[in-house]
Nanobody
């Protein structure tokens, strides 16, 4: 069974750090581009970050550039999203997707190119 599972969400203080994980089972992540998106009620899903297969290309939304870092550990079949400095606009359900997407295109096209999705992990920012 092909599955993606996000974890690591929780409560973080403004300016605090959190590391989200996206673990795959049933398939090998290294062959796929991984995208992190976030979803809040009443808003469209927002692209956050993307890493190509083998990690050669990364991309970030302007709203998180300089504060988030995406990385992959293919030996662990896991991709990470490190939040270095949480801000009030960051609370959301964070979802990861895997597929043959390109990280150099629009976030809408990145989303279209992701075939497998996890259920998400909730991030809350509060003091």
């Amino acid at each position: 069974q092909l599955q993606l599972v996000e974890s690591g969400g929780g409560l973080v203080q403004p300016g605090g750090s959190l590391r989200l994980s996206c673990a795959a089972s049933g398939f090998t992540l290294e062959d796929y581009t991984i995208g992190w998106f976030r979803q809040t009620p009443g808003k469209e899903r927002e692209g956050v970050s993307c890493i190509s297969n083998y990690g050669t290309i990364t991309n970030y939304a302007d709203s998180v550039k300089g504060r988030f870092t995406i990385s992959r550990d293919d030996a662990k079949n896991t991709v990470y999203l490190q939040i270095h400095s949480a801000q009030p606009e960051d609370p959301a359900v964070y979802l990861c997707g895997a597929g043959p997407a390109s990280c150099t295109t629009s976030w809408r096209h990145v989303e279209y190119g992701l075939e497998y999705w996890g259920q998400g992990t909730l991030v809350t920012v509060s003091s």
